[in-house]
């Protein structure tokens, strides 16, 4: 999957290259950079139409272009963007600080917290109504505000085949398919932080997971869970 949509966006910023047309449209460079970086992340931080285009393998790499940045619309992203910028200084409708750090498809900027929580206590299946318009809110389709891309070496290599040995074998008996970032995080967290202790002072080791993605979060509260770590 992440080959396929790493050659149609390599196609696609050749192309804009290669016409000094890259200045013009780097909000959809920029999208699909951050497509790129969920699907390493986890493949069901996609949205549903890319999905099902980069799974059918022999479809037009045209379209895999358009459901990559259809979520947000590529006329609009500058526009977003440009908006968040401007009330960086204002205040979260929700709660009335400044440094706002997400904006909606409709314009609106929040606090990315506060809205998130204001989505899992008012939505449905993840959506739920702008505090301010009323339009439909998804987690998924929030924008920040561009930042430097962090790089980060592949960890599954580090681990292992007794990882994928053991990732294999909970598939086989019934659980639930994790991404290779999911199973690299709660490796780490299994092998090298719970039940040990610092051999200097005694104190037992503790690690904060955190990533711009919130739904990489969730899997892997999830598989933590699964697999009965404390966390």
Request: charged share 25%.
């Amino acid at each position: 999957l992440y080959d396929r949509l790493f050659n149609c966006a390599s196609q696609r910023v050749q192309k804009l290259a290669e016409a000094s047309e890259l200045g013009q449209h780097f909000t959809q460079v920029l999208g699909l950079l951050m497509r790129l970086r969920q699907l390493c992340c986890s493949a069901d931080l996609l949205p549903g139409d890319l999905l099902s285009e980069l799974r059918a393998g022999d479809g037009d790499p045209a379209r895999v272009l358009d459901a990559a940045i259809a979520a947000l619309g590529s006329e609009k992203v500058e526009g977003l963007l440009k908006n968040l910028a401007a009330a960086q200084e204002d205040d979260c409708s929700i709660c009335m600080a400044s440094a706002c750090d997400v904006v909606t498809r409709c314009g609106h900027v929040f606090h990315r917290g506060c809205l998130e929580d204001a989505i899992r206590e008012l939505g449905k299946s993840g959506v739920a109504p702008c505090p301010l318009c009323r339009q439909p809110v998804s987690k998924k389709e929030l924008l920040e505000k561009p930042a430097a891309l962090e790089v980060s070496e592949d960890a599954d290599a580090a681990l292992g085949s007794s990882s994928w040995q053991r990732a294999a074998n909970a598939a086989g008996a019934g659980g639930a398919a994790s991404s290779a970032k999911v199973r690299a995080v709660v490796e780490l967290i299994t092998t090298a932080v719970v039940g040990k202790a610092d051999p200097s002072f005694g104190r037992p080791h503790k690690a904060i997971v955190f990533s711009q993605f919130t739904t990489l979060l969730d899997r892997v509260q999830s598989e933590l869970a699964r697999r009965k770590v404390p966390f």
